[in-house]
């Protein structure tokens, strides 16, 4: 079989892809067809977070996949109860909604926004204001989100009511606000983006606007949450309490989730019939999270990927050829000096390490749980790729 001739003449055309095809993958490390060995520290954009077939995820997810694996959501399900009261107790938030992607999370930010507004203000108040450069998804609405106006074409009529700002420019998100503003979305860490990291005076001052004119403030925590940035959510690091966050990538642990919290001011919002979808919620996956969550939401886990991630940096900036590195946590972007990132990416794949970009940068978005000698291998596959080429 070749998957490579498959894949191109039967799968529609929306990816670029690595010249690889995986086959396994055990902890930091994924197999090809042909049995070469990769180090992964992309983690299918931050999405196995605890690395390839971890056994205690696997365990939950066969048990519960040998128990039940699916109902519809007019049944209570006891691992989706469990996954929502343990996600409800490690944070702010007093009820969950989920779904199954990070774009399904935001369109149902988004929606509960709108409805808190509506109901409260009445029509017309429905406007939110997203950050350039920021990513929020793929569906009509939340390309629309997404502040990149490369995103906003071919699929005419967008859905209405985004303005984006400048996230590095208060004055500017100020100026976008006006009686017809609902919400104010936005990534603390943006990943897509070119892992733009926003100012920490800048979001207390966007929380203090929202208390002021009662906007909901929503965190896009898709990428950034779940341990990404050295604590479980990415607002933590801002001192910050938004009203409403949204996750997926790295909550499956490798099994698609996605979720929307909010908290008490807005958990009456959506009632029966207002959202839904068949696969939100579902058993298997949610055994998979449940553990993901035991694992991740630890004190002593977090400051090793606070660790982890300064340790990287520090040897990243030591490396001819790397500018610049901006970083929280395990969630990394590295700035060459003059080559072009998306052919070092290539290479470093070429040479056993799975590697992404972000605009003009690299990525790394490694398995949380990678150790400090697969870091210093990381680092020396980069550092004798930069020479190579
Ligand atoms: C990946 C991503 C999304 C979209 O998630 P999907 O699961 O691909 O729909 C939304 N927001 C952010 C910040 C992301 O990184």
Redesign the pocket.
Known sequence: MDTKKLDSEYIMHTYGRYDVALKEGKGCYAYDEQGKKYLDVSSG??VNALGYCDDGWVKAVTQQLNTIQHMSNYFYSPQTSKLAEKLCSLTPFTKVCFG???????ECAIKLARKYSFDKYGEGRNEIITLKN??????VT?LSATGQYVFHNYFFPFTEGFVYADGENIEDIKSKISDKTCAILM?CV???GGVNILDKDLVKEIRAICDEKDIVLIV?????GIGRTGKLFSYENYDIVPDVI?V??GLGGGL?I?GCLCTEKLENVMQPSTHGTTFGGNPVVCAGANYILSVIANDDFLSEVVKKGEYLKEKLLKLDGVKSVRSLGLMVGIELEDKDAHYVAKKCVENGLLMITAKTLLRMLPPLNISYEELDIAVEILEKTLKEI
């Open positions: 954009i931050g199954n992607s990070g774009a399904e999370a935001n920021s990513f929020h998804g793929r569906t939340t990534e943006q990943g897509e896009d925590e898709v990428q950034t949204t997926a990538k698609p996605g």
